[in-house]
């Protein structure tokens, strides 16, 4: 081919990718910093206010309102469909590319399962963009695959035209192609933002801003990469994790989502707050559905379990409650456990029909989903339990408490095998059950814990500032990102095999 087309064809590659960062950038909004300094101010104002001014919670929200942005709906489909056209074409354009030069190498990749490929790359290839094709051709998501050569793993950043001269110049195939778990956190915080962190790396790898206010709790659905926020701002928003931006803000008026699940096959998000109500929202036409009315008192915890429309909420009116999410009225409500005090938290196994439930007073409650009746309770934690984790499989059941400890329960015996010393009060937990890890997180950091080894593998800090990126076409900052939030980590949920489909070749 001529240097005028080949010229030709790298000009159109840079303007898509263009494009592509530039769209990326657009819907990657900044935090509301004005609303943000204004909820500040407000809660200077009420700390110094004399006690018994029964209308000043009133009257401080009208005017934090007055500084909340207007939001303008999106729809969450059509913002990823034109990404994801922009993507698709960059790609396309880049393996042209590749096969007009002159100086590529054709190459074979296989897989341990017998499957392979051929294609060029030119010398400019580098590894992302490699896997990017092999994402395309194999129908693995980018993150799930490593990529080898000569027993070596290619590194993203790596041209391999320079760094693999000779291992390229063998007979094929030269290059193996693995699948491979790695594990990822989303993590939200009362600084307005969330972030994906690269627990292997021990990174941040991306910033979600758009909250106007501090985000309380987020539900991913690692299958589609979606996941759902909601914040002191009265909005819930959807992020598409391949590209990190928010493709949809949800108005909520009064109902700050205290704590969330999310579906994204089902287009369902549940949520309970501080007007304790429990509501369920379709996500694509951003409306509530419905709403469950039973509980006195805020709504601290929820679980969702869409494929047999239940769902668990706790509260601090000291009660569980079992929903039928098809029901109206005062069918809704299937079932009410007593706990006796404030529940914080709570984990089902659908499948067992077991519930763990957290309180304030440090109980831990073990519940038959089918009876109603309390199996056992779990004594040992000092302060309030903020989460709790249960395998029922194992007959394991893990809880992190304000008391700065984690403690591993035996559910058979309903007896305490470990205690791990956190140092910080803990206010948030996801468990990685199949690899025994658990990663915690509080005011102060977050750490990852061994279970079977009681050890603590890695501290992650706070949230830091890293200002706006341009965005690759593999969806990712072209810099790269500095690691922390720099207030409450106020929750995290971590990927599994367990999450989604992630099976071995």
Not at 301 to 322: N, Q
Not at 482 to 492: I, Q, R, W, Y
């Amino acid at each position: 081919m001529e240097p005028s087309q080949s010229n030709q064809h790298l000009g159109e590659l840079e303007k898509l990718e263009k494009s592509y960062s530039d769209l990326a950038q657009k819907l990657h909004k900044p935090t509301n910093v004005k609303y943000a300094l204004m909820w500040e101010f407000g809660s200077i104002l009420q700390n110094c206010l004399p006690q018994g001014l029964g209308s000043e919670a009133s009257w401080l929200d009208a005017l934090r309102t007055l500084f909340r942005k207007k939001e303008s709906k999106r729809c969450s489909a059509t913002a990823r469909k034109e990404l994801g056209h922009l993507r698709r074409q960059a790609n396309k354009q880049r393996w042209i590319c590749w096969e007009s030069d002159a100086a590529g190498v054709e190459v074979e990749v296989a897989m341990l399962s017998g499957r392979s490929w051929r294609f060029i790359i030119g010398d400019t290839a580098k590894g992302s963009e490699v896997k990017e094709r092999l994402a395309e051709l194999s129908g693995i998501h980018f993150t799930e695959l490593s990529l080898l050569c000569d027993g070596v793993q290619v590194q993203d950043s790596e041209v391999l035209l320079v760094s693999y001269t000779v291992p390229l110049q063998k007979p094929w195939p030269q290059l193996q192609l693995l699948r491979i778990f790695r594990p990822f956190a989303l993590s939200c915080s009362t600084d307005c933002t969330l972030k994906m962190w690269d627990l292997e790396k021990g990174t941040c790898a991306t910033t979600l801003r758009g909250h106007g206010d501090g985000v309380m709790s987020v539900a991913v659905d690692w299958k589609s990469r979606y996941a759902v926020s909601g914040s002191h701002d009265c909005t819930l928003r959807i992020w598409d994790l391949d590209h990190g931006i928010c493709v949809q803000a949800i108005p909520v008026a009064e109902h700050a989502a205290f704590c969330i699940e999310f579906d994204h096959g089902a287009h369902r998000i549940l949520t309970g707050s501080w007007d304790k109500n429990v509501k369920l929202w379709d996500s694509e036409l951003a409306v509530c559905v419905a709403t469950f009315t039973s509980h006195t008192k805020t709504v601290k915890t929820v679980r969702l379990h869409w494929p047999s429309r239940r769902a668990i909420s706790g509260s601090s009116d000291g009660t569980l409650k079992l929903w039928n999410l098809d029901a109206v009225d005062d069918e809704a409500c299937v079932m009410t456990f007593e706990h006796g005090e404030e529940v914080w938290s709570a984990d089902v196994d659908w499948g067992s029909s077991r519930v763990l439930s957290g309180a304030m007073d440090g109980s831990i409650g073990y519940w038959n989903l089918q009876t109603g009746l309390r199996l056992a309770t779990l004594a040992g934690h000092r302060d309030a339990v903020s989460c709790v984790a249960l395998r029922c499989s194992e007959g394991k059941a893990l809880s992190g408490a304000w008391d700065r400890t984690i403690r591993l329960w035996d559910l058979q015996d309903a007896v305490c095998q470990a205690v791990l010393q956190n140092g910080y009060a803990v206010t948030t937990m996801s468990v990685d059950w199949v690899h025994h890890v658990a990663l915690v997180g509080s005011q102060e950091a977050m750490k990852v814990w061994n279970i079977d080894t009681r050890i603590c593998e890695q501290v992650l800090g706070g949230h830091l500032d890293d200002g706006p990126k341009a965005y690759s076409s593999s969806g990712s900052p072209t810099t790269p990102v500095s690691v922390g939030h720099n207030e409450a980590v106020s929750c995290l949920v971590m990927n599994s095999p367990d999450n989604f489909c992630s099976e071995a070749d």
